[in-house]
């Protein structure tokens, strides 16, 4: 990614090129270049310059994200907790961070959890609990939106492609929404008529955010 220190030198230069020198060289001491010929390339800097400013912003805006977290409490920030990976996952995804999603649906989805094991099948947007008799649809819960660039550089990591963790101590969410559990009929399927029954072949990428 280009620098804006590099494109505010860039611009700079082509601003006191076009607008100081140019009218204060002569032909001497320039010898293949005259006025008018040095201030299209003072103006050419100028546009390079608008170009990578340009493209840059971009760049950020493509590479910030908002990130959700979903929660039974209303929080005034989030706080770091560690993680209860499933015994079949890697220890290496059982961390002690701020769990966040790319995906809104995601977030709600860990909002409204009973007490209980959780099986979650992103493929057939599926849910099923250990104790649906616990779940209630008109429970309110809590999902917080935080913007990615928050996060201090190297200390954000993809557990997955829906999970983020943060590894910092709190954050500040830039905004928060209720909504009522059963909601998450917007985006799974809620199957409450049977519990679970030991591993299933279809839990998929559930971690227990806990908040």
């Known amino acids: 990614m280009i620098k804006k220190r590099s494109i505010l030198g860039l611009f700079i230069i082509g601003f006191i090129l076009g ?15 005259n006025q008018t010929s040095f201030s299209w390339v003072a103006g050419i800097f100028i546009i390079m310059s608008v170009i990578f400013f340009l493209i840059t912003s971009l ?18 920030s989030l706080k770091r907790q560690k993680a209860s990976a499933p015994r079949f996952r890697p220890r290496s995804e059982d961390l002690n961070a701020i769990y966040l999603t790319p995906d ?32 209630d649809p008109n429970q309110t819960v809590y ?10 550089k190297g200390k954000g990591k993809y557990v997955d492609k829906l999970q983020v ?3 910092v101590d709190e954050l500040s969410p830039d905004s ?36």
């Open 143 to 152: 999902v917080y939106s935080v913007d990615s660039s928050k996060i201090p």
């Open 176 to 211: 928060v929404k209720a909504y009522r559990a059963g909601d998450i009929e917007q985006f799974y399927s809620v199957e409450t008529g049977e519990k679970i029954k030991g591993r299933t072949g279809w839990l998929r990428d559930l971690f227990s955010w806990r908040s």
């Open 165 to 167: 963790a943060a590894d």
């Open 59 to 76: 760049e950020e805006r493509a590479t910030s994200r908002t990130l959700f977290h979903g929660s039974k409490k209303k929080l005034n």
């Open 19 to 33: 607008f100081s020198l140019a009218p204060n060289i002569t032909g001497n001491s320039i010898s293949n270049l």
């Open 104 to 135: 809104l649906g995601f977030a709600l989805a860990c909002a409204i959890r009973p007490k209980g094991r959780t099986e979650i099948n992103h493929d057939k947007k599926v849910i099923r609990f250990e104790n649906p008799e616990a779940y």
